[in-house]
């Protein structure tokens, strides 16, 4: 049996690099033969797709990556699924999908919240569960892309334990199994006062949030942190702000400033490889 990783996308992001860890892990294990065909395009055209069906036999494994919350992957939402579906077509193997970002968010889940709520008198609830009755399901959602990939998936990778009991509230017919993340080893960082001094942080503590600066990490609650200790210290948001997340670091810019550590709050956005090493030594 092979193990066949599809990487499409940039070769920086998160999500491909995890899968990337993942192959290089696998093919250090004498019992498994593992093959990559990569592509920076997020979507792989015609020509990669040939490549990976020419790769893959009926004893084989595919990986693919996915994720229903970034476009950097497969696609805009509407259409991601289709995207993902036309990659596995034709393929002799089992596909295994590898989900990230999984958020659990159904339609039987929101009814059922906004319902109780409506029971207790809350009109607001009311009206937006009439609002989610009479709504048409989102193709993009979480709940509609991974109904369709559940069509044809052998099964799922998840990173931890409580994406996995977010992905169970979809009732998916194929199995999950979790594939802990992993540490990215990077042996060659510089030594941590250097990269202080580079980054104008000076020698207080530093307590820095890596990634994307979306609402489900807390960076909130960071901010509180560092309102509420005593002495002095920098608070880094290592990351970017991703499309749609902009009123949440409006939110979290206006936070820092009511607490008044506005000023003791650093937001990096995105990072390359040398401000990153900075950054985490």
Not at 70 to 90: C, K, Q
């Amino acid at each position: 049996m092979r193990i066949i990783f599809l990487l499409n996308g940039a070769p920086e992001h998160g999500i491909v690099r995890a899968s990337r860890i993942l192959a290089d892990a696998l093919g250090r294990e004498a019992s498994y033969e593992v093959a990559v065909v990569e592509t920076p395009d997020p979507c792989p055209g015609p020509a990669t797709l040939a490549r990976l069906r020419g790769l893959a036999g009926p004893d084989d494994v595919v990986v693919l990556h996915v994720s229903a919350r970034t476009n950097d992957l497969w696609g805009p939402p509407g259409e991601r699924a289709a995207a993902v579906g036309a990659a596995a077509r034709g393929l002799a193997g089992r596909v295994v999908v590898f989900l990230h970002d999984i958020y659990g968010e159904t339609r039987r889940g929101q009814f059922g919240s906004l319902l109780r709520w409506t029971l207790l008198g809350r009109r607001k609830a009311a009206r937006r569960l009439v609002q989610l009755v009479s709504a048409p399901v989102d193709p993009g959602s979480e709940a509609a892309v991974l109904a369709d990939i559940d069509r044809w998936a052998a099964g799922y990778l998840v990173s931890n334990g409580v994406e996995r009991d977010r992905l169970l509230r979809h009732r998916l017919r194929a199995p999950v199994a979790v594939q802990p993340h992993f540490i990215e080893a990077r042996p060659d960082l510089p030594a941590p006062a250097a990269a202080k001094t580079a980054l104008g942080l000076g020698g207080a503590p530093v307590f820095t949030l890596l990634g994307f600066v979306v609402p489900r990490k807390g960076h909130d609650l960071a901010i509180d942190m560092l309102a509420v200790r005593s002495g002095p210290g920098t608070l880094v948001f290592a990351g970017a702000v991703p499309k749609g997340a902009e009123g949440y670091a409006a939110d979290l810019r206006a936070q820092a400033t009511a607490r008044g550590v506005a000023g003791r709050v650093r937001w990096t956005g995105y990072l390359d490889e040398a401000d990153l090493d900075r950054v985490l030594a």
